[in-house]
């Protein structure tokens, strides 16, 4: 009997796919501020693509519902994953101004 692998559904944002380099990085790391950046993007462009299928919704153009549904709730989901990366390192900025050196 063979049992044949799960499938990847979760991939990753386009912006880690094809990432801006910086010429200082060479060790093949992604810079941080450009993976911000790039999260941010796409963040954005998901938040557009919800809003699209929500106006397509209301107007009668959309085939099923629950495509809305899924591209609104991952819109969502990447705008709170977005808002705990800022809490985050506004924490961390804050605990390293404590500091006393």
Known sequence: MSI????????LP?????PIRDSKATTGEIPFADMVKGLIKDTDQQQMQAQDGVRQLVTGEAESIHDVVLTTSRADLA???MMEIRNRLIASYQEVMRMQV
């Open 14 to 18: 386009q912006s880690l796919h094809n």
């Open 79 to 81: 705008f709170r994953l």
């Open 4 to 11: 044949s692998p799960i499938s990847n559904q979760v991939s």
